[in-house]
C-alpha cells in the first residue's frame, strides 16, 4: 500500500510540473505597443531620444555632395525579454510585423512597392530613371552598428557619428539602415543608390484599404510585414529574440530638396498625443514559436551540423561582433570557429 501512494504522489506531481512548462510547440504571442527606443537618427537632431516627431526622407538626389541617401533615418527597438524568455532556447520566428502612425496630414503620398535605385541617381547620369510610381515608399530594414557600439549599448541619445567624423558625411552613423548583401552580410543601405545596388529590406509599409498615389490622412497606421521567410532576416530577428532586444530602421528615398519638401512623419513614444492615449507609437507583434535544442555549431537549428552552417560561418569571416557564428565570443569569426565547425560537423 505504501508502494502504490509514493507511485501515484509522484505520478501526479510529476503531472504538476509538466502542465507548468511550455511545450516545444507552444506558439508564444508577443504584442508590444510601444518601442524601449525611438529615434530620429539625423544629423541636425539636437534632441535624440526626445523628439515627439520622426520623419524619413532622402537627401538631395541633384546636390549629392554630402548627407547619406537615406538621410533620415527612424530607429526602433522593441525589447522583448520579459515575454520570450532568454536563454537556451533557440526560436523560430514565424510572424512579425511592426506598425506606426502618421503625425502628419494628406502631404504624403502611398507607394507600396519599392523603387528602383536608379531613380535617386543625380542629374546627367546616364543610368538614371524616372520613379515609376507616385511616391517614394517607407522602407522597414534592420540596424547595423559601427563607431564601437552594439545592439546592447547604443542608447536613445548614443553618438550620431563616430569619434572625429564630421555628422554632414555620408557613411559616419554610428546606428544605420542595413540590410543583407549576396554574401550574407549586413551592410549599411544608407546610400545604396551611390553604391550601386538594390537593398534587401525587410518591409515595406503597407495601409489598408488606400490605394497607389492616394495621400495619407494623419493617425493612418502602416504596417510592415517582415520576410521572415528569408533566411538571413529569420536569423537576424531570432538573435535579437536571444538578446532580449530587436532594433528596426526606417526610412526612405521621399524627394526633397535643401529645407523643403513633403516628407512622412510619424510620432514617436516621447509625443504628447501617445502620452495620453490619443495617438500610437510603434507597435510590434510576433509569433514566436520554441524549437528544439540544437548544438551552437547548428546555425540554423537544423537538427545537423552541415553544409548549410558551414556557407553561414564562412560569410561572417571576420569581424563580427554578437554573433552566433563567433563560438568563443572573441569579437570574430576566424579558423578557431571553423574548427569547432568543422569537428561538430554531421552531429
Given at each position: 500500500?505504501?508502494?502504490s501512494?509514493?507511485?501515484l ?8 510540473a ?12 508577443l504584442q508590444?505597443?510601444q518601442?524601449?527606443l525611438?529615434?530620429?537618427m539625423y ?32 530607429l ?5 525579454g520579459?515575454?520570450?524568455p532568454i ?12 506598425s ?17 535605385w536608379?531613380m ?8 538614371r ?11 522597414l ?10 545592439a546592447?549599448?547604443?542608447m ?16 559616419v ?13 549586413l ?6 543608390p551611390r553604391?550601386?545596388?538594390q ?25 510592415f510585414?517582415?520576410?521572415?521567410a528569408?533566411a538571413?532576416i529569420?536569423?537576424?530577428?531570432r538573435?535579437g ?16 530638396a535643401q529645407?523643403a ?10 509625443n ?11 507597435h510590434l ?11 551552437p555549431?547548428?546555425?540554423n ?5 552541415d553544409?548549410?552552417?558551414l ?13 552566433a ?8 569569426v ?7 565547425m568543422?569537428g561538430?560537423?554531421?552531429?
Amino acid at each position: 500500500m505504501q508502494h502504490s501512494r509514493s507511485h501515484l504522489i509522484s505520478a501526479f506531481l510529476s503531472c504538476i510540473a509538466a502542465s507548468t512548462l511550455p511545450s516545444l510547440a507552444d506558439v508564444i504571442d508577443l504584442q508590444l505597443n510601444q518601442p524601449a527606443l525611438d529615434r530620429w537618427m539625423y544629423p541636425f537632431n539636437s534632441t535624440p531620444g526626445t523628439r515627439t516627431v520622426l520623419t524619413t526622407f532622402g537627401s538631395d538626389r541633384d546636390n549629392q555632395t554630402q548627407f547619406d541617401s537615406r538621410d533620415g533615418q527612424i530607429l526602433l527597438a522593441f525589447d522583448t525579454g520579459a515575454i520570450v524568455p532568454i536563454g537556451s532556447v533557440q526560436y523560430e520566428i514565424i510572424q512579425a510585423e511592426v506598425s506606426i502612425s502618421f503625425a502628419n496630414d494628406m502631404v504624403v503620398q502611398y507607394d507600396p512597392t519599392s523603387d528602383p535605385w536608379q531613380m535617386f541617381l543625380p542629374a546627367g547620369d546616364s543610368r538614371r530613371v524616372n520613379d515609376p510610381d507616385a511616391g517614394q515608399p517607407i522602407e522597414l530594414a534592420g540596424v547595423g552598428f559601427r563607431g564601437g557600439f552594439t545592439a546592447a549599448t547604443f542608447m536613445e541619445n548614443s553618438a550620431y557619428a563616430v569619434s572625429g567624423a564630421s555628422y554632414l558625411s555620408p557613411g559616419v552613423r554610428n546606428a544605420f539602415a542595413a540590410s543583407f548583401d549576396n554574401a550574407n552580410n549586413l551592410v549599411d543601405m544608407s546610400n545604396h543608390p551611390r553604391d550601386g545596388f538594390q537593398p534587401n529590406v525587410f518591409a515595406v509599409g503597407q495601409v489598408a484599404g488606400l490605394s497607389a498615389g492616394q495621400l495619407i490622412a494623419q493617425d493612418t497606421v502602416m504596417t510592415f510585414q517582415v520576410n521572415v521567410a528569408d533566411a538571413n532576416i529569420q536569423n537576424y530577428l531570432r538573435q535579437g529574440i536571444q538578446a532580449g532586444r530587436t532594433f528596426f530602421s526606417l526610412s526612405s528615398l521621399t524627394f526633397v530638396a535643401q529645407q523643403a519638401g513633403n516628407y512622412p512623419a510619424f510620432y514617436s513614444k516621447e509625443n504628447a498625443y501617445v502620452q495620453f492615449g490619443l495617438a500610437q507609437a510603434a507597435h510590434l507583434k510576433m509569433k514566436v514559436q520554441p524549437l528544439p535544442a540544437c548544438i551552437p555549431e547548428d546555425l540554423n537549428c537544423s537538427g545537423i551540423v552541415d553544409s548549410a552552417d558551414l556557407g553561414s560561418l564562412l560569410g561572417k569571416f571576420g569581424p563580427c561582433a554578437d554573433c552566433a557564428a563567433d563560438f568563443n565570443k572573441d569579437g570574430f569569426v576566424d579558423s578557431s570557429d571553423l574548427g569547432r565547425m568543422l569537428g561538430a560537423f554531421g552531429q
